[in-house]
């Protein structure tokens, strides 16, 4: 079974042009023979410009192999360019994950949105999942709504990782910053008694205030409705 890296770079070739490809190719030979962070920083930097932003309109067979490749992994609205940068960013992996993860923290701290939004989209991917609990915890929290979706939407890292705390603020947030909660992952899976009490309490906010309920609110309140949840 093709590892995450493998799909990634045969996902690139096969829709970047001749002199992206080759570009392509090199770059990853040269983190490959002599792995450094200032040949990381330039492929990241360079990715869209020489390969352009395209979406990788992935083919259902390509959907497929990625979650064969890892559960729950969606590339489905990724870019040639976001597919890139995070090949690069394994390609780099030397076996220590400690080290890893440190330099996933500095290209947060100095990435721009469309730099973030690649990072927090390949978190399943990542070496060293259990030390990057934090990291999405932070995207999460964010009100930027593509960066929260980033980690939301499509991702099976919260629904893996995050604490019914995190979880529950996590699908608050959503609601709060309008976006949408069916993308989420085990969304169903990880209903409870806590996130139906506070998704009432802000459906009861919103009326006061005259504003509207998201109805997809009501999916992870529904489960654990009775008394006066059922009158709401």
């Known amino acids: 079974m093709p590892a995450p890296l493998d799909l990634l770079r045969e996902w690139v070739l096969r829709r970047a042009s001749p002199a992206g490809a080759a570009w392509f190719e ?3 030979a040269q983190l490959a023979r002599e792995p450094s962070d200032r040949s990381l920083y330039l492929a990241l930097g360079f990715a869209p410009r020489r390969l352009g932003k395209a979406d990788l309109a992935l083919s259902p067979e390509e959907r497929a192999a990625a979650h064969a490749a890892r559960p729950g992994w969606d590339p489905s609205e990724w870019s040639i360019d976001q597919a890139a940068r995070l090949a690069f960013l394994l390609a780099r992996f030397d076996g220590d994950e400690e080290a890893f993860v440190r330099r996933l923290e500095t290209l947060f701290v100095t990435a721009d949105v469309g730099e973030l939004i690649c990072f927090y989209r390949g978190l399943p991917l990542y070496p060293g999942q259990h030390l990057l609990v934090a990291r999405a915890r932070e995207g999460a929290r964010t009100s930027m709504r593509p960066v929260f979706e980033a980690v939301a939407h499509r991702n099976p ?19 709060f910053i309008g976006s949408r909660l069916w993308p989420i992952q085990g969304l169903d899976a990880r209903c409870n008694p806590a996130l139906a009490r506070m ?18 609110l009501w ?14």
């Open 219 to 232: 999916r992870c309140v529904g489960p654990f409705a009775e008394g006066e949840m059922l009158d709401e």
């Open 26 to 28: 090199d770059m990853l």
């Open 157 to 175: 890292y919260p629904t893996e990782r995050f604490d019914e705390a995190a979880w529950n603020q996590m699908i608050l947030k959503a609601l």
């Open 199 to 216: 998704l009432v309490d802000y459906a009861r906010e919103r009326r006061a205030a005259g504003r509207p309920v998201d109805p997809e």
